[in-house]
């Protein structure tokens, strides 16, 4: 999850070194071929398991659909409100999103921990859009502050997005598809659903070799290989915990927007920046180990007891 996180951080950057290429070409490119490049690595299994895919296929469909619509509004939000600000924003927002989405409709239980490292990425979050809006420069020049509005809003809709198909491919997993199967058919299906925009929107990346060696970059590292890595840690993780650890990623570039590409963070910035990347302290940093025991004595203790109790019932239980 984490060595994914970092691929993802590279994407604003890498970004702008295709400056004519717009926002919603690259996010196309990306996740599109990126997402088809998953779907045929996959198919053999796609195959095998259509059966239980075609049962699951509403969850597909979610899945896909916000495939479709992560790249276009990320990359539209890092375009408008920079490069630090738009990804902070859209993978900032995702914990919190897949967490009330598991509340709802999983029924996990929200803990105090996991309010409390919400609460630290959240208002870091908003310390850092409110740097970048009252005056924060990129290399190209000022944004207005409308346009990071807008930014914003759309790095939200990324958020959300993004939660809902970290769900969807976890729901699948769970249900006995093999993260293979299930990465590609949501992925896959979103990719064909961006081959629209791209055709629409993509010409700028056929007009020099460092706009097409961008747009291979993008499809091939992060989107790709950094999903591949995705998807097998959402065989191991809940959706939540899988958000929560992409949080690197903003950290990647935000350091990667001020050393190469050459914007300004003022001070507020990163210390939103440091709210981020402790929100990720406290929701990853193991409990204290001497809690363990004492929960797996209890345990066994009742298992005991109901050994001696119900014999009969409790022999067949894993």
């Keep these: 999850m984490l060595m994914a996180s970092v691929l993802w951080g590279t994407t604003g950057t890498a970004a702008t070194f295709a400056p004519a290429v717009g926002p919603l070409a690259i996010g196309a490119v990306a996740m599109g071929l990126g997402g ?10 796609i195959r095998r398991e259509a059966p239980r895919l075609r049962v699951h296929k509403g969850v597909v469909l979610l899945g896909a659909l916000s495939v479709g619509a992560y790249p276009l509004a990320f990359y539209s939000s890092m375009h408008l409100a920079g490069v630090a600000a738009g990804t902070v924003v859209s993978i900032g ?30 208002s870091g979050t908003v310390l850092l ?17 409308g346009g990071t509005v807008l930014g914003v809003g759309l790095g939200l809709v990324a958020g959300l997005t993004y939660a809902l198909y970290s769900w969807a491919a976890h729901r699948l997993i769970n249900r006995g598809v093999t993260s293979g199967a299930a990465m590609g058919a949501v992925f896959g299906t979103g990719g064909l659903l961006l081959m629209p925009p791209l055709l629409v929107t993509g010409a700028p990346l056929l007009a020099s070799w460092s706009n097409a060696a961008v747009g291979t970059y993008m499809a091939l590292v992060p989107m790709f290989t950094g999903y591949l890595l995705f998807g097998w840690g959402l065989a191991h993780v809940p959706a939540s915990t899988a958000t929560t650890l992409s949080l690197l990623e903003p950290a990647v570039a935000a350091v990667l927007a ?45 298992d005991a007891r109901t050994d001696a109790a119900a014999p009969v019932e409790h022999a067949g239980t894993p």
């Excluded at 598991?102 to 409390?116: A, I, K, N, P, Y």
Aim: proline share 6%.
């Design 258 to 302: 001020v050393l190469v590409v050459g914007e300004r963070l003022p001070l507020l910035g990163w210390v939103g920046l440091a709210l981020v990347v402790g929100c990720l302290a406290v929701l990853t940093v193991p409990t204290r180990a001497t809690a363990r025991p004492r929960a797996t004595t209890t345990v066994a203790n009742a």
């Design 93 to 122: 927002s995702a914990p919190p999103a897949s967490a009330l989405i598991e509340r709802v409709v999983d029924g996990r239980r929200l803990t105090r921990r996991w309010s409390t490292g919400a609460a630290a990425g959240l």
């Design 129 to 145: 859009c409110t740097a970048e809006a009252a005056g924060a420069h990129s290399a190209s020049g000022a944004r207005t502050t």
């Design 36 to 45: 088809l490049l998953q779907a045929i690595v996959a198919a053999p299994r």
